[in-house]
């Protein structure tokens, strides 16, 4: 089940749960509702993995267990805070993307999904328990185009 509602504060804020699983194609067609078609691509390939992570690694797939995904957009700069109910994730601080965009850390640790979060998205950062991951992306920026078309 899908649970979807709106609600203004300061910002316009979307909310979207779900009960774990990895069956994304819904919610992924509604968080990419708003993305310019040339970057969905590019973001739909992020949000998956962050969804995935939430689902599979926080929630260990539980069905009793829900995923929360608060989503809002001003202009061409959009915002996802994705929240599980798991144990929480601590990122490595030897993870952090540097400017050259490379992961400077070994493979087993950081592994693909940071790889790919660090490069789709301008920002990532997890709440100090490890249950909240945000993200936010400024489409249209001149200074690149979508990797992922």
Same mark, same amino acid.
């Given at each position: ?15 979207? +749960?779900?009960?774990?699983?990895? #069956?994304?194609? =819904?919610?992924?067609d509604l968080l990419l509702a *708003?993305? =310019?078609?040339?970057?969905?691509? *590019? ?19 539980? =069905? +009793? ?7 809002? +957009?001003?202009?061409? %700069? #959009?915002?996802w805070i994705i929240s599980d ?7 490595? %601080? $030897? ?10 850390? $070994? ?7 940071? #790889?790919?979060? %660090?490069?789709?998205?301008? !920002?990532? !950062?997890?709440?100090? !328990? ?10 249209? $920026? ?8």
């Amino acid at each position: 089940m899908i649970a979807v509602s709106s609600r203004p504060v300061r910002r316009h804020w979307n909310t979207i +749960s779900f009960a774990s699983t990895l #069956y994304l194609i =819904p919610i992924l067609d509604l968080l990419l509702a *708003e993305i =310019p078609p040339g970057w969905r691509a *590019e973001v739909r390939l992020g949000l998956q993995e962050a969804l995935v992570n939430a689902a599979k690694h926080g929630n260990n797939l539980d =069905p +009793s267990k829900t995923v929360l995904v608060r989503f809002s +957009s001003v202009a061409n %700069h #959009y915002w996802w805070i994705i929240s599980d109910q798991g144990g929480g994730f601590r990122p490595s %601080h $030897d993870c952090e993307i540097g400017q050259s965009r490379q992961l400077p850390c $070994d493979e087993r640790e950081c592994g693909r999904g940071m #790889y790919i979060l %660090h490069q789709i998205f301008d !920002q990532v !950062q997890w709440n100090s !328990q490890g249950t909240e991951l945000r993200l936010s992306k400024r489409v249209r $920026d001149v200074s690149r185009q979508p990797l992922v078309v």
